[in-house]
């Protein structure tokens, strides 16, 4: 008799990881809720907070450096690509400013004003 080989299955740990989290004002809507610029309706609810107000970011954050924390695309009416509209970027401790942007968050290569894809708009980077 041939012996069979039993695949044993080893149970996975899977470990949680802890997350702190913060709820703050949206930078797209200003705590307002609604569509800043009424591009739908000026009834529309905000699509960054999706009407509350608030959002919540992982700590810890810096305010977002290309939007300038306002969470609108510089010289436009769109959510802002580095931060989502948040206005806050979650950022890795201890950090320094980027040395691709020099901490404007904006590509200095980029003609067309994209942000920095070193700091990912942040305007700093972890140190080390």
């Known amino acids: 008799m041939a012996k ?26 200003e705590r307002k809720g609604k569509d800043p610029f009424g591009i739908m309706s000026h009834l529309s609810t905000c699509c960054v907070c999706g009407g509350k107000g608030t959002v919540s ?15 609108v695309y510089p010289a436009t009416r769109q959510t802002c690509t580095a931060c989502g509209g948040v206005g806050l970027i979650p950022v890795k401790e201890p950090n320094r400013t980027c040395p691709h942007c020099g901490g ?20 700093v ?3 080390g």
């Open 4 to 29: 069979k080989k039993v695949a044993s299955s080893k149970a996975r740990r899977i470990e949680a990881i802890a997350v702190e989290t913060e709820s703050v004002t949206c930078g797209f809507c």
């Open 57 to 71: 970011v992982r700590t810890p954050y810096v305010r977002c450096a290309f939007c300038e924390g306002t969470g």
């Open 125 to 127: 980077v972890k140190k």
């Open 104 to 123: 404007t968050g904006v590509d200095p290569g980029s003609g067309a004003g994209f942000y920095c894809l070193t700091c990912h708009g942040a305007g």
